[in-house]
């Protein structure tokens, strides 16, 4: 009896031996690559050891408030809020540009928020509606929406999502007695605004230098500074190197919305929705989280677009398609891919919301209040592709398109800078698009979860088999990779 | 999952595995037992293989669908077609208004009232039709027709289709083939509950002649009848 509960308490540990040993193989391989001589100290004369920073490498960059020169040094020509650069203003790094309004207003986070959401995000997710049930149609041999027109403009249908949208608003919003309503009313806002917030972090393109739109870029030039390549912007909101982590905290949150609902409710199948959304929430941001930390391992940085900007190691280029990490983390991307599903709570994960059980958290919810939530799941899905597009499939890049021009198999394409970058927003929305397209072919193929299945698959396979995956990157990069090498 | 795993399988058909009996009935029956459960073993909870093959069997069918054109409109109405063409989609849907198939023979439409040889209506309000008329749906008013050998024609004749249950009754109490249910047309839709009533007018737009000889004039059906065959077909229905 005795030594079959010493057998049981065996299994259960296991997750807790492997995560510890993960840890300790982390901490391990984190310590080597420090303790590594430093050979420029002794060696000055060898290569990159007179540099302290080499022009638009994402590695060997300069502290904030610096950049780097062509010459390899750090400097700093100015300090924001000092004279020194006259009528023009000082920039992130500390070089003096002339300031252009139109540029700074194009550099705001505000304008590159609204323009990624009105441009991409919302387009896609309206469009998502659409498609969801045509491809479903698709799939189960029927033809699916396709009537929705204005006057002869039919485009298959497509535009049931003005239909659906004019439907929303003009539906009487009911609120029923009994329930709390300012957290009624609070939460389809908390559930779609973490969304819309978490895309801060996603690269949607390269930086873009509006003067050079037309040049064929050097990257190495451009990296230098220099007239032409003066009011760069980014095409991320927000960079930070703990992006990724940024995106756990802030999609958790919308999680809240549902569980909020559901208590605000005055409904039991709402409240139960809503238990359930917490708990599977609970049961799968592990995994997740564990199942990106692998893809930490290889780059060695959480920030996207360092992610997306370098590729799984800096030896390729990260246009090359060998570089992304689907082909480095091909577990971790399985993982990731299923957790995240679950995460946008949609079928086969779609136990907060089963129709034939519990309506879900938002079963007294109507009109356009009923519409947030709708939204935001589809907002999710397309958030889940995109974050899966930046991790695992090179973000923006379109295999073999350098910053100059298309490079590979012994021939190169110079292409100008305004060619380059609309192909990259174009390869970084098609790839998003057919990651989506993915989710709703998975949505519509599987049955719906047991809660109990829910939860076995989540502990007791998604969560060892990342632990599993951490460890033996670790390990692969503890015994094969030099330390003090690539990352 | 592609190993199998026979023995594990096995107890399932049979039930659970009793391994102890701890208690019995007076009669012998065990109340209290111990059983074996097979849980699913971890290769089966990872549902991956299952998932890559109905993956596989829904991207068939989407790729098909979305990359062949349709089948003819005949294979996909006609019952009993064959329901396999090469190189089209497998969608069987009849886009109704544009696409329309061919009702069979004795599909019940919307009502007609057939005509004289004069272009008159055929119908003598008898009031068979509203009397038998399940729905009460239909509504006589007669006159005088001024035809001595006619006696009655309707004045108005209306048939309020929202309350027609398509029942056909009406068509098999008439005595003079005057009212037939052979258009092959629907109830449309109407916005107005007003519009969706037939009227003598619009009924006899769809009008035909009937063949049916009227009056005594012309030959009768019986002129040909062989003594004693009650059978002879009627000159009614051709």
């Given at each position: 009896m005795r030594r079959k509960k010493m057998q049981k308490m065996r299994i259960i540990l296991r997750p807790a031996r492997l995560a510890v040993l993960a840890l300790l193989l982390l901490a391990v391989s984190c310590g080597r690559e420090k303790d590594v001589p430093d050979l420029c100290a002794t060696?000055?004369?060898?290569?990159?050891?007179?540099?302290?920073c080499v022009v638009n490498s994402p590695v060997l960059k300069c502290p904030a408030g610096s950049h780097c020169d062509a010459d390899g040094t750090c400097s700093v020509s100015c300090v924001r809020g000092?004279?020194?650069?006259g009528s023009g203003t000082c920039t992130a790094e500390g070089r003096c540009v002339e300031s252009s309004l139109l540029f700074d207003i194009l550099d705001f986070p505000a304008t590159k928020w609204a323009i990624l959401i009105l441009a991409l995000v919302m387009p896609l997710a309206s469009i998502l509606t659409w498609m969801e049930r045509r491809q479903s149609a698709m799939m189960q041999d029927r033809l699916g929406p396709n009537r929705a027109n204005i006057g002869p403009i039919k485009l298959k249908g497509i535009l049931h999502f003005v239909a659906d949208a004019v439907k929303m608003i003009f539906k009487e919003d009911f609120i029923p007695a009994n329930v709390h309503k300012g957290l009624f009313a609070l939460a389809p806002i908390l559930a779609i605004a973490p969304v819309f917030i978490a895309f801060?972090?996603?690269?949607?393109?390269p930086t873009i230098y509006p003067h050079a739109l037309t040049e064929t870029i050097d990257p190495y030039l451009a990296s230098a500074g220099g007239d032409l390549f003066r009011d760069s912007i980014r095409l991320q909101i927000w960079q930070t190197d703990f992006g990724l982590i940024f995106y756990f905290a802030i999609l958790t949150l919308a999680n809240y919305g549902g569980t909020i609902a559901g208590w605000a409710s005055y409904n039991k199948w709402a409240l139960l929705g809503g238990l359930r959304s917490s708990s599977q929430m609970m049961s799968y941001e592990v995994a997740m989280g564990l199942s990106l930390m692998g893809a930490f391992l290889v780059v060695?940085?959480?920030e996207p677009g360092l992610i997306v900007a370098q590729g799984a190691t800096t030896e390729m280029s990260p246009a090359n398609p060998l570089n992304w990490l689907f082909l480095w983390q091909p577990v971790g991307l399985l993982l990731f891919f299923t957790a995240a599903i679950a995460e946008t709570k949609r079928a086969p994960f779609d136990i907060p919301e089963g129709e034939p059980e519990i309506i879900g958290y938002f079963v007294e919810y109507s009109g356009l209040r009923w519409g947030l939530f709708f939204l935001a799941e589809f907002i999710e899905i397309v958030f889940i592709s995109a974050v899966i597009t930046t991790v695992f499939f090179g973000g923006y890049q379109v295999p073999f398109l350098e910053t100059d021009g298309f490079h590979g198999f012994g021939m190169a394409l110079p292409l100008p800078h305004v060619v380059v970058v609309l192909l990259q927003i174009l390869a970084f929305g098609a790839k998003t698009f057919l990651l989506c397209w993915f989710q709703l072919m998975i949505r519509w193929t599987l049955p719906r979860f047991r809660a109990d299945q829910l939860m076995n698959l989540g502990w007791k396979l998604l969560l060892p088999l990342s632990l599993a995956n951490v460890m033996v990157t670790a390990l692969i990069k503890l015994l094969f990779i030099k330390p003090g090498g690539a990352p | 999952m592609s190993h199998g795993h026979d023995h594990d399988h096995a107890p399932v058909a049979t039930g659970p595995k009793v391994l102890a009996v701890h208690a019995k009935y007076a009669d012998g029956r065990p109340r209290v037992r111990t059983v074996q459960v097979v849980r699913p073993q971890a290769e089966d909870t990872s549902f991956l293989a299952a998932t890559a093959k109905g993956l596989g069997i829904t991207l068939k069918h989407f790729a098909r669908n979305l990359f062949f054109p349709m089948k003819k409109l005949a294979t996909r109405a006609e019952a009993g077609a064959p329901a396999e063409e090469k190189w089209k989609n497998e969608i069987e849907t009849v886009q109704y208004p544009e696409e329309k198939v061919t009702y069979p023979e004795r599909f019940r439409g919307l009502h007609r009232l057939t005509l004289r040889d004069d272009g008159a209506v055929r119908c003598v309000a008898c009031m068979c039709c509203p009397t038998v008329c399940p729905a009460h749906c239909i509504t006589i008013i007669p006159e005088e027709s001024g035809d001595a050998g006619i006696e009655k024609r309707p004045a108005q004749f209306e048939i309020d289709e929202l309350r027609c249950v398509v029942c056909g009754l009406c068509v098999e109490a008439c005595p003079c083939d005057a009212i037939r249910m052979d258009t092959g047309e629907h109830a449309r839709p109407v916005e107005d509950r007003a519009n969706a009533i037939e009227t003598k007018a619009s009924m006899m737009a769809r009008g035909i002649r009937s063949t049916a000889t009227q009056?005594?004039?012309?030959?009768?059906?019986?002129?040909?009848q062989v003594e004693g065959g009650a059978s002879a077909e009627p000159g009614a229905h051709h």
């Open positions: 060696n000055p004369q060898l290569p990159g050891c007179q540099v302290q000092d004279e020194r650069c801060a972090i996603i690269p949607f393109g060695g940085s959480l | 009056g005594g004039e012309g030959p009768n059906w019986r002129d040909g």
